[in-house]
């Protein structure tokens, strides 16, 4: 940078004529900042509509792409207080009769003669549950500090299957409330065991505990655990829980009973009703909103505002300022317009795979249809009388309509179409406008962007050239006007002395 003198020998205000002159030379700086915000803002509305797509994506991959979705049934029990019913993944609708002969019950163990000394030690048993045949090895240690509530705590923390607790039992040959440790096991059913793996975990267990051993230094439970027996239509089977599934269908049985307790499922059409239509809204909101990028205004004459240009604005007017100057970013933009052409597309063509020739081909069949006002853009409309009807009808149906796999256009059901057609628009996004996670260099708009960068950086280092032109050229003016000072005093000087 050159020495710069600023205006003292010709009075003129250099530094603002500098600045003036320097904001007509920013002109195109100040267009290609304006450029780059609007690529900015671009790829960021790409973005934006990816990742609706997106979650139109998630929507139907966890509603209608799955056949559960489709097997959802309501259970109904002829008696509650003794059998209730849900289905896990029933497929047929069915009628099935329970008889409750025996509730599963859990095994217990209860000590006598507590008499728990603290010391440091180390317990080893061999655990087997009730209807496994697997085994395995659990390990306590205690401290010579540790109380029997810490023993507790050990116990229930352990691997052991058992809770433990203490509890004050009444004593009726002493008349008097005695100390009791008492092991509950966490499941219930008959079988299964607890083991001591050595004589100093035995005879902690029967002298310091209380509990008593049998053969094969197994415990004595003071009760035995017990399997439910029930009758499911007729047939009488056992089962280690209160809690068990029959052919999709999870039963739990609270009582015994005195007559048989009536099972009966039947399609849930409110529940698949329900996906469906979270299906068809989530639709109507994503091309909805491309539906309006498509179309938003394109204001030319609000371009994205300069530094200088926002200082001298309020904050409500930059902000209206930019409301217009951000409208019409992809305005007709053929990426977003032909993957909403081509999913409008996927959901009207019929379906023509094997699997659905005695079941739905088209939309229309199941009561969904195109909004007949043209404003709505494609949007569908459901009838829910017919479709509620459909779904009664067969529900599986509806399933081969939306998830038929083939490997034609034709073949393939109506949600994988639309799921193809949403990876291929993502993929062409992200070509042009990439994601968070890309660099510049992997995407499109990404390369313009690094391109002005090196034309801004390049004007921008010209800019200083100019200016420390212009400072040299007025520095040279002024050095000029102040020998021509000089000059004049002296003559001046040279006049009157010779006077």
């Known amino acids: 940078m050159s020495f710069r003198i600023g205006g003292l020998a010709s009075g003129m205000d250099i530094d603002s004529l500098v600045s003036d002159l320097m904001k007509a030379e920013r002109i195109p700086l100040d267009k290609m900042y304006q450029q780059k ?29 799955r056949q559960s979705t489709f097997l959802q049934k309501s259970v109904t029990s002829s008696d509650e207080t003794i059998v209730t019913a849900t289905a896990v993944n029933a497929s047929a609708n069915t009628t099935t009769t329970i008889e409750v002969q025996q509730l599963a019950s859990a095994a217990s163990w209860s000590s006598n003669n507590l008499n728990y000394t603290a010391a440091a030690r180390t317990l080893q048993f061999e655990v087997q549950d009730p209807g496994e045949t697997t085994t395995r090895t659990v390990t306590i ?16 923390q352990s691997s052991l299957g058992v809770t433990a607790m203490k509890e004050d039992i009444y004593d009726s040959g002493s ?85 048989p307790v009536t099972i009966s499922t039947s399609t849930d059409v409110d529940s698949i009703f329900d996906s469906i239509v979270s299906f068809v809204d989530k639709y109507n909101d994503v091309i909805e909103k491309i539906n309006g990028e498509l179309t938003e205004e394109r204001y030319r004459d609000y371009p994205p505002l300069t530094d200088e240009q926002k200082e001298e604005m309020t904050d409500k007017q930059i902000e209206l300022w930019e409301e217009k100057a951000r409208s019409g970013m992809l305005r007709n933009d053929s990426i977003l317009s032909g993957g909403l052409n081509q999913m409008r597309v996927d959901l009207y063509s019929s379906v023509t795979h094997s699997d659905i020739v005695e079941g739905f081909s088209q939309l229309s069949e199941i009561g969904i249809e195109t909004s007949s006002n043209y404003l709505d853009r494609g949007k569908l409309i459901i009838n829910e009388t017919k479709l509620r009807e459909k779904i009664q009808e067969n529900p599986d149906a509806i399933y081969k309509l939306f998830m038929a796999d083939g490997s034609t256009f034709e073949e393939k059901g109506i949600a994988r179409r639309l799921r193809d057609t949403i990876d291929n628009t993502i993929e062409k996004v992200e070509d042009k406008a990439g994601n968070t996670l890309s660099t510049n260099q992997q995407f499109t708009l990404g390369k313009r962007l690094d391109d002005i960068a090196d034309r801004i950086n390049a004007f921008e280092d010209r800019l200083m050239d100019i200016e420390d032109r212009y400072w040299r050229q007025f520095t040279a003016m002024e050095k000029a006007i102040q020998r021509m000072n000089e000059q004049s005093m002296y003559l001046m000087q040279q006049f009157g002395a010779g006077v």
């Open 175 to 259: 008349g008097t409330y005695v100390e009791t440790l008492v092991l509950t096991r966490n499941q219930t059913g008959s079988g299964g065991y607890i083991k001591a793996l050595d004589t100093d975990t035995q005879s902690f267990m029967e002298n310091d505990l209380g509990f008593a051993f049998g053969g094969d230094d197994i415990m004595d439970p003071t009760m035995a655990g017990q399997n439910a027996v029930v009758k499911v239509n007729g047939y009488q089977m056992e089962k280690t829980s209160n809690n068990f599934t029959i052919n999709g269908i999870n039963y739990t049985v609270k009582n015994t009973t005195t007559q």
């Open 37 to 65: 915000q609007i690529i900015e803002w671009q790829r960021d509305d790409y973005r934006e509509m990816n990742k609706l797509l997106n979650e139109l994506d998630d929507e139907i991959f966890d509603g209608i792409f």
């Open 141 to 156: 240690d205690l401290t010579a500090t540790d109380t029997l509530d810490d023993l507790v705590t050990k116990i229930n």
